[in-house]
């Protein structure tokens, strides 16, 4: 299978580095380089491609990704702070029939760390003696804040029936790859829940199993954790 990757940061050469052992061949890499003002997306340079990862800035990605979908590529992208034109390309992946998977985060962890708290939320939602609070930090070149990450453990704490407020926060600063954390307190306790990942190797392999499912004929537009716990709509 032939992969094509779409910004090429650091976490653009991790998935390079990790594609092998996905079946993947990387036979096309765009950077600012090559593919400004998207430039590098054409047929003639996609031709034979099995999947794109889009890893690239807020502003860049919803233009990379209708192109991508007119071009009927099945599509990975971890960029966050775009998903206010999320409607928009998923419309567009939709009308050319290329599969799209998208997400604030590609961690199989942070994945099951969103249902652990959620499943807190439901218990306390009703409970007015704990309040909640929602904080991130992120390595100082990270662009968004809050996380798009931060944001969804947010709205699912609110899904689940959360009622009151939840005081939110974010800091960025060094290397750090990324931790979030979720905690409820009352007078008489605290319960706290983390996430802290090493390093961007887990993000990069929820990436590469994302494009290998696109690959392998997955169509449509799913949000990452629907493909991973298998709560696809039909």
Known sequence: ???????YGKMGRLIEQLAP???????????????????????????????????TAPEAAPGNLLKLASLRI????GATGWY?????????????????I????????????????????????RRPEYEAWAWEIHHSAKKDAP????????????????????DTASNRA????????IGFDSAADTITLRHTARSREG???????????????LKGCHEFSQVLFGELKA
């Open 74 to 77: 099945p599509t990975v992208c």
């Open 21 to 55: 052992q996905y079946g993947f061949e990387t036979a096309l890499i765009l950077d600012v380089h090559n593919n400004a003002g998207g430039a590098g997306l054409t047929a003639e340079n996609f031709r034979g491609i099995s999947a794109a990862i889009e890893f």
């Open 1 to 7: 299978m032939k992969l094509a990757l779409v910004g």
């Open 147 to 166: 996380s798009g990450t931060l944001l969804k453990l947010v709205e699912a704490m609110r899904k689940a029936g959360y009622e009151g407020r939840i």
């Open 174 to 181: 060094g290397a750090v790859p990324g931790t979030h954390e």
């Open 203 to 217: 993000f990069a392999r929820g990436a590469l199993w994302a494009a290998q499912r696109l690959a392998q004929g």
């Open 102 to 125: 998208y997400g604030p985060n590609f961690s199989i962890g942070v994945n099951v760390f969103e249902r652990i708290v959620a499943a807190a939320a439901q218990l306390l939602g």
């Open 84 to 100: 206010a034109r999320l409607d928009e390309v998923k419309a567009a992946f939709e009308a050319g029939g290329a599969g799209f």
